[in-house]
């Protein structure tokens, strides 16, 4: 596998960049505006904090972890996949539904997520009609967030028995509680999703009621994703790849997350950087929609100039190939990515977020939809939602 360090060199940001697209007149000022305090800052850093080490120290570091399963009778896995758990951080495929069902559960899902019927296209509406109706014609995927919460279908998926034996096997519990679906759905227009840890994502988009229960310590397995392929999933159609065995190494995420919630500390550290580069990363923190489309990437070049050996280690890379129907877990700790997709092919994923119900309270499980300018905060159970399964 090529080394991260040296992907990212390659392909840099340009993508990102350019899907921003032409700023208004305001958005100029502001990026001008933080890029001259950015530059400020470079000029003060040479008596200043200029030592890897204060930033390093800051952020919490998770450490190398291992996957324990002990004290947990296991209701559905076999012992060989628990066994390539513990190693890999990741399971499956598994069946979950059979090919026709998937395919007519990715037509339903797209025919809800990117309608005017959609209750998140009328929340986002509620802040700005002309960003909503963007996202509509774009048929952006933030429109797909925690359908769980108000469509039956959907929530149907994510309460099937067999699912939640398997959740409940890799996490090494008997309480679990789904906090989160997502859509995704992969066109070949050359874009594709860097390497990134989702971890607790929650704490990375600062959601307002996720806390790990005290005494509790998070494990790597502690949060998982449950990957339903609703296509066929192949290299060509740019699957998604895991870095088997990558949970072992949280220095990223925990630099990332130091950084975003310390923004002066990532202000002063993107500060390092030439001018022509902190203008670019300025851009894609301020402008680019959606945590993935970017912004892990930028994150990802900080926590790689921070730590030089981030991610030497071979990790085998799992590809997600699968049938329509068949879904894959994996720790949040695990990194991941996605390739490209061929022309004339694509890609279409439901993605569940389940956490252990004893180490994490995810509260009302309030959230924020993330939109260009700001966040849309949502209270589920102001919407009459579902506002988290728990089994
Ligand atoms: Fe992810």
């Known amino acids: ?173 008997d309480r679990v509680t789904c906090w989160r679906s997502q859509i995704f759905r992969q066109m070949p227009d050359g874009s594709r999703t860097f390497y990134h840890q989702n971890v607790d994502f929650a704490d990375m988009s600062r959601h307002p009621s996720f806390s790990h229960r005290s005494g509790k310590r998070f494990e790597p397995n502690s949060a998982l994703s449950i990957w339903i392929s609703l296509s066929d999933s192949t290299i060509e159609s740019g699957t998604m790849s895991i870095l088997a065995g990558s949970f072992v190494d949280t220095r990223a995420y925990d630099l990332q997350k130091y950084f975003l919630n310390n923004i002066d500390h990532m202000l002063n550290a993107v500060s390092f950087f030439p001018p022509t580069r902190i203008r670019e990363m300025l851009k894609i923190f301020l402008f680019s929609r959606g945590g993935h489309r970017g912004k892990s990437k930028v994150l990802m070049i900080l926590a790689q100039f921070f730590y030089e050996d981030l991610f030497r280690g071979e990790f085998t890379e799992i590809p997600f190939i699968a049938k329509p129907g068949e879904y894959y877990a994996f720790t949040s700790f695990n990194l991941h990515g996605s390739r490209p997709t061929a022309p004339g092919l694509r890609r279409s994923t439901l993605v569940g977020r389940y956490v252990d119900d004893h180490s994490v309270d995810v509260g009302e499980n309030n959230f924020i939809l993330p939109i260009k300018g700001g966040g849309v905060p949502v209270s589920p159970t102001d919407e009459g939602f579902i506002a988290k399964l728990s089994a």
Do not use: W
């Not at 628990?82 to 069902?101: K, N, Q, T, W, Y």
């Not at 359908?147 to 939640?164: C, E, H």
């Open 1 to 173: 596998m090529k080394a991260i360090l040296e992907e990212l060199n390659d392909t840099q940001i340009t993508a990102e960049l350019a899907a921003i697209g032409r700023l208004s007149p305001v958005q100029s000022a502001k990026l001008n505006a933080l890029f001259a305090y950015c530059m400020a800052l470079k000029a003060k850093n040479l008596a200043l904090i200029k030592d890897r080490g204060f930033y390093i120290a800051g952020a919490e570091y998770n450490s190398k972890q291992a996957i324990d399963l002990d004290g947990h009778v296991p209701t559905r896995l076999a012992q060989a996949d628990l066994d390539l758990f513990s190693m890999h951080g990741v399971a499956g495929p598994f069946r979950l539904i059979d090919d026709a069902e998937a395919r007519d559960l990715e037509r339903h899902i797209e025919d809800l997520a990117f309608s005017r019927d959609n209750p998140v296209y009328s929340l986002i509406a509620g802040r700005d009609r002309a960003e909503a109706d963007l996202l509509l014609e774009e048929r952006d995927v933030i429109l797909g967030v925690n359908m769980f919460m108000f469509d039956t279908r959907v929530r149907a998926i994510f309460s099937d028995p067999d699912l939640l034996g398997t959740v409940k096997d890799l996490i090494a519990t």
